[in-house]
């Protein structure tokens, strides 16, 4: 049992829920968003090589689907800390037993909840509301030459959005749809 977060297992091996127990009293409150020791037990892979934070203005915006390549795979942990997103990874493994299902999880900034995220997955979310901002802690340096993308609204992924896919940068738009022979990637 953790001391700072309550884990949620999902339906994928390894992708889990983590909803942070705030401390608070009448100032407000605090929350962690990471623990070394505490994610190490939980699959965390690495120290922090890098945390970013996303600003995304419009709701509807959807921003992903994500991956880095074997071998620079890497675990994330996603917290949304204004607005709120729904946010989706897909198992895309070689040889997963749930290879190509996906878990949608509402992240937002009332709810104090996260989503711990292995290498092997492709990651994405929509924002349910204008104004989101997102931090993402990475276990491994960004790698451009390792970059991978599906394409978000590929009918193989069945990810029902909630709202209409608006606002996808040229990037995102340009992952073409994938091809029945995709066998995933090695992690």
Known sequence: ??????????????????NRRRLGDERGFLTRLFCAEELGALGWDGPVSQVNETGTTHAGTVRGMHFQRTPFGEDKLVTCVAGTVLDVAVDIRQGSPTFMHHVAVELSADNARSLLIPAGFAHGFQTLTDGVRMIYAHSAPYRAEAEGGLHCQDPQ????????????????????FLDPSFEGIAA
């Open 1 to 18: 049992m953790s001391a700072r977060f309550e884990v949620v297992p999902t339906a994928i091996d390894g992708l889990l829920i983590l």
């Open 157 to 176: 992924l069945a990810i029902a959005w909630p709202l209409p896919v608006v606002h996808l940068s040229a990037r995102d738009a340009g992952h073409p």
